[in-house]
């Protein structure tokens, strides 16, 4: 497990989101509410989708904490917003990028596997911005090969 450590610009998205737990999951509703109008979207940059999640400062990944995930495009600006959709930036910031390979059933332990060893063992801290994955040409719904991007905001640890 070794990301690339990459600068993300400072982002314009255009979407929607829900505010949930994860022992009350709602992704898939997001999702659903989402995709059906994601055409809707004028101004967007480039064809992938980003799964963004807010986690409020503190945030220890309880199951019961709650935090704001947004399904979302990237946009060149924010002149022309769909009707019931959202604006969110995302700002400039050091990311370590991890490939993910495969459906979303491993997703939970890969992501414990960043927190809990990578993290903790690299020269960063996590940073309080978005985390987020980029759903590119490559991500095919609960298919075994598909593949995503996963950032994780960090900092240079003092």
Known sequence: ????IKT???TKFIGKNLSFTYANYRAFELWSRFMPRRKEIQNTIGKELFNIQINPEGFAFGPNESFVK????????????????????????????????????????????????WLPNSEFD??????????????????????EEI????????
């Open 126 to 147: 996590l940073d309080a911005r978005p985390q987020f994955e980029i759903l590119g040409e490559k991500y095919k719904k609960d298919d075994s090969n598909s593949e």
């Open 70 to 117: 947004w399904a979302a495009a990237a946009v060149s600006s924010f002149d022309l917003v769909p009707d019931e959709m959202g604006t969110f930036e995302i700002q400039e910031g050091l990311y370590a990028v991890f490939n993910y390979k495969g459906d979303q059933s491993n997703a939970a332990v890969f992501f414990k596997a960043i927190y809990t060893e």
């Open 151 to 158: 950032w994780i905001p960090i900092k240079k640890r003092f």
């Open 8 to 10: 993300f610009p400072t």
């Open 1 to 4: 497990m070794i990301p690339k």
